[in-house]
């Protein structure tokens, strides 16, 4: 009877084993996530700060998987589309309504300059605009301008959130 227990448990903690295997192929197999440097963590808090609730930020987004997501606007231009699809955008942000793309944002280093680098970084602003996605583009930087971010991002209501500020101060 012990030894039937005992023979039931393992088969059991084996087919648990090929479920999780199973599992874990599928699911990574389906996006692909990199996760965030400190710089872009930074700037990612720095980020949820301005969109304060407007919008939802996702980060490290394969353009690939985007265009899963947003087939008519990100497909105007196959063959650049093709050159890029395994680049990476930044920061994502959405409109949690409509689900529909605010904006890409896209961190520059001053250590990525190299020939290659500028090329695809250009490729991929001409897919955006193309696409009629706003690019944004943001240098590296030790601190971020909660404010200059905000106003990026909704041009037009740069003047309301300034006079709304400016009269909570004393």
Do not use: W
Request: aromatic share 8%.
């Amino acid at each position: 009877m012990e030894l039937y227990a005992l023979v039931l448990i393992v088969v059991a903690v084996l087919v648990l084993l090929v479920l999780l295997i199973i599992l874990r192929r599928q699911s990574a197999a389906s996006i692909d996530l990199a996760p965030l440097t400190t710089q872009q963590r930074f700037f990612y808090g720095m980020l949820c700060q301005a969109v304060s609730g407007r919008a939802i930020v996702l980060g490290n987004l394969r353009v690939q998987d985007l265009e899963r997501a947003n087939k008519p606007a990100l497909t105007s231009s196959r063959r650049a589309y093709k050159k890029i699809a395994g680049r990476y955008f930044d920061f994502i942000i959405f409109d949690p309504a409509t689900t529909e793309i605010i904006a890409v944002i896209s961190l520059e280093a001053v250590s990525h300059q190299s020939q290659q680098n500028i090329t695809e970084r250009q490729k991929l602003a001409r897919l955006c605009q193309n696409a009629g996605v706003k690019l944004l583009k943001f240098q590296l930087a030790k601190s971020y301008d909660v404010h200059h971010i905000f106003s990026s991002i909704y041009p037009a209501q740069k003047n309301k959130r300034l006079v709304a500020l400016a009269q909570r101060v004393p």
